[in-house]
């Protein structure tokens, strides 16, 4: 006989006890038959199956304990006592059970195991009908059995009361209830919580996406576009439909405006920065403000603004970067992205030291992706990136120089190699700075953090943050067909910041696109298993392949370009919306040229930027290149921002047999000194300069008496520059007096570069003027 569960009386019903069945394996029956217990390995299992047919019986169903009359066997255990007293806190009053019919008549019913095979037959069967010959008997067996069964019993009751005292503690301790409060507050929980009803998929999966714009403006980073991705109704949670808490979505709701945060006289804590970290923000702080307690913090108001947005998790795109607020900002996303790696790492943490208690991995313990990398800054040079690492230090562990792992290597690979800048004839200032340091671009770095330190040149899988420029990544990702290729460490990315976009443009805008490309691909499983990826920790989103709109993007330049505008429209899809400072040019750059001259615009009416391109060039052969064919008109600069329109008008002149020298970012030291001095001494018509070229040296081209600007500059400093290059001093003696004159080809695709010039309100009426498209300043009078 089976071994008896305790039965409870009730005052409508005092019915017999209802036998449940336990399978078990073949195996284990082999082993009950020759050895009288299960095989030590398959305990786990045995146990498993025991808990999985527990049955807890709710607090309100039980009426009556068994009386002293029972017989020994069916006297109540003390801990099944307290179990029947402990109703699961999962459970609301709502919905205790799936079917009420069922469980009310179950609660009553005495529920007693019977411990079956797999094929169904019970095991006193098979002990009667295939072991009728072994020296056990089948009572014997079924004692066995009994034992077997009641050590799974008592071992699934001891676990349960752990669980729920556990759970008891848990509501009582202060400190538990503080965090979960502070996690409902932080942004960082709320954004990777939260699931993504079906409409928000489906907005952000479109192109284009429908967003809601709102302008605002603030005291420093003036005025900004915020971009909202819409919902027609508010989204509630599935938590009717569920039975336990854990088992609900919280469904991300329509993302609002952000909001200047108020942080005086405050401290880190408020923004729910790391205790770990705060002591060190004090001095880390290059741009802090003075006459602050350790643990206040000393953003600048700047810093306020900008942690303001990107602490709520919204893309960011800001192209107003100069150099005396370079690391200003760089303190701010270094900051964050610390931050959100020591968040996450925690939360890790936590979630493994539950798991072992619980034995098991609740849906709420989905904290990872599906490789460990969280975070990659790109940045175009090493000087730049040994400031970063710096950083990081400085708010990691700024007194603690042994807890940095591989320091001495970094720092022997990164410093150094600093280009001479010449004492005569000085290069421009932002030059200077840009180049400053070690200027190779071609690097790629892994950083993982610990509990004591930070580990620099780590595996990449085994990484936290990333840390490398656009060509480092480009080789490492490989083309397609080449073998040894490797990019799933960017597939589970939460964090991407590009800190100088203007530079990846100068140095090839498509490695930052081939780069992007392979965001959030499917990893195989050699770079999962690499990356030690335990897929029941896998974030459901990341599983579902939705990675993408969880992904907080930071564009971050100096000028704004049409490349890095177009990759913040089309390739950041965060559903928390996007934030774009964008201010009017008052002036330009116009109003820095000292040479009088008249300055000539062409428009080009055109509706799309690819006809643009052969509208352009056919503006500029047919009525603006043939003014400068005379040889009154010699000393022609043609300034050229994009490569290939270079080779397309190299080209041409070349069929034309026209007269013309070429420098460009490729010509080597030789050919560029035989182009500048044909050109000088007007052996060559034309000169056909890139913008590249001049990004990179900044030379001074003397003998320029006129300038054709095929599409405006990237940088508006580079129109002023060039066209001050017409001053006398610059001209051969014979030529000083002679007339100057500059032309300019631009579309409505070119606007914020027309606005850098001529300023915001007048490249406004020059692309709505409808009597006229070509217009003319003049400057220098």
């Excluded at 990777?192 to 429908?210: F, Y």
């Excluded at 945060?261 to 403000?289: D, Y």
């Excluded at 007194?399 to 000085?426: C, Q, S, W, Y």
């Excluded at 913008?691 to 003397?702: G, L, M, N, W």
């Amino acid at each position: 006989m089976a071994r008896g569960r305790k039965r409870y009386s009730n005052s409508r019903h005092n019915r017999g006890p209802k036998k449940r069945k336990v399978v078990i394996s073949k195996k284990d029956v082999h082993h009950f038959k020759e050895f009288g217990e299960a095989h030590p390995s398959e305990e786990s299992n045995v146990r498993a199956r025991g808990r999985a047919v527990t049955k807890v019986v709710d607090e309100e169903e039980v009426h009556d304990l068994p009386s002293d009359s029972e017989s020994e066997e069916e006297q109540s255990d003390p801990y099944k006592k307290l179990l029947l007293t402990l109703g699961p806190s999962e459970y609301t009053s709502k919905n205790k059970a799936v079917d009420s019919e069922d469980s009310s008549e179950s609660s009553e019913e005495d529920v007693q195991e019977e411990v079956v095979s797999e094929d169904g037959a019970s095991l006193e069967e098979l002990t009667d009908d295939e072991n009728s010959g072994s020296d056990m008997s089948p009572e014997t067996v079924q004692d066995q059995v009994e034992k077997i069964d009641g050590k799974v019993e008592d071992d699934t009751e001891e676990k349960a009361i752990k669980l729920l005292d556990e759970e008891l503690d848990d509501t009582s301790d202060d400190d538990e209830c503080n965090e979960e409060c502070e996690k409902v507050k932080d942004p960082f929980f709320k954004h990777l919580n939260s699931e993504l009803c079906e409409e928000m998929l489906e907005n952000l999966s479109c192109a284009p996406t429908k967003l809601e714009k709102n302008k605002l403006h603030w005291p420093n980073l003036g005025q900004i576009i915020v971009y909202l991705p819409t919902l027609s109704k508010k989204i509630v949670s599935d938590s009717e439909n569920k039975i336990l808490a854990i088992d609900v979505k919280v469904y991300a709701q329509s993302a609002t405006s952000p909001k200047i945060i108020e942080t005086k006289e405050k401290t880190w804590s408020f923004l729910h920065i790391k205790p770990r970290l705060q002591k060190n923000l004090l001095k880390a702080n290059p741009c802090g403000v003075p006459d602050v307690t350790e643990n206040e913090i000393n953003f600048s108001s700047m810093q306020n603004e900008l942690f303001s947005i990107i602490n709520s998790y919204k893309d960011l795109y800001f192209p107003e970067r100069n150099y005396d607020c370079s690391e200003e900002v760089r303190f701010v996303y270094v900051l964050h992205a610390v931050n959100h790696v020591l968040k996450t790492r925690s939360e890790i943490l936590k979630h493994n030291s539950l798991i072992e208690k619980k034995q098991d991995i609740p849906d709420e313990f989905r904290d990872q992706g599906l490789v460990r990398p969280k975070v990659l800054i790109l940045v175009p040079f090493r000087e730049t990136a040994l400031r970063v690492v710096k950083m990081i230090i400085s708010i990691l562990a700024p007194n603690k120089k042994d807890n940095v792992l591989n320091k001495k290597r970094f720092f022997d690979e990164f410093t150094g190699g600093e280009i001479a800048m010449p004492k005569k004839n000085p290069k421009p200032e932002d030059y200077e700075r840009l180049f400053s340091g070690n200027a190779d671009d071609n690097f790629k770095l892994g950083l993982s953090i610990t509990k004591k330190s930070l580990k620099l040149y780590s595996d990449f899988y085994a990484s936290d943050i990333l840390l490398a420029s656009p060509l480092g990544l480009r080789v490492l990702i490989g083309a397609e067909g080449e073998k040894d290729r490797d990019f799933d460490y960017l597939a589970s990315l939460e964090l991407l910041v590009m800190d100088g976009a203007d530079v990846f443009a100068m140095q090839n805008w498509d490695h930052v696109m081939h780069l992007t490309n392979h965001l959030h691909l499917q990893p195989s499983a050699a770079s999962t298993t690499r990356s030690g990826t335990d897929f029941s920790r896998v974030r459901p989103w990341a599983v579902e392949g939705h990675s993408s709109h969880y992904r907080q993007t930071i564009v971050i330049s100096s000028t704004p370009l049409p490349g890095p505008a177009a990759l913040f429209a089309t390739k950041c899809k965060n559903y928390e919306g996007a934030v774009r400072v964008a201010n009017p040019v008052p002036t330009g750059s116009i109003s820095e040229v000292i040479v009088q001259m008249p300055q000539v615009f062409h428009r080009i009416d055109v509706q799309s930027a690819t006809e643009a391109i052969d509208a352009r060039f056919k503006l500029f052969t047919t009525k603006v290149l043939p003014q400068y064919k005379d040889k009154i008109t010699k000393h022609v600069l043609i300034y050229i921002p994009q490569y290939f329109d270079y080779i397309r008008i190299r080209n041409y002149l070349e069929k034309e047999d026209i007269s013309f020298v070429q420098i460009c970012e490729y010509s080597k030291e030789g050919r560029v000194a035989q182009a500048r001095d044909h050109f000088f001494h007007g052996k060559s018509h034309f000169l056909l300069y890139s913008e590249r070229f001049h990004y990179f040296r900044r030379v001074r081209i003397k003998g320029i008496k006129h300038i054709i600007f095929y599409q405006p500059p990237s940088y508006p400093q580079f129109y002023s520059e060039m066209c001050n290059l017409m001053q006398a001093a610059y001209q051969r003696r014979n030529q000083r007096d002679s007339h100057n004159s500059v032309a300019l080809l631009y579309s409505r695709h070119d606007l914020e570069q027309l606005a850098g010039i001529v300023g915001s309100d007048r490249a406004s009426k020059m692309m709505t003027s409808v009597d006229r498209n070509v217009h003319m300043f003049v400057t220098g009078e």
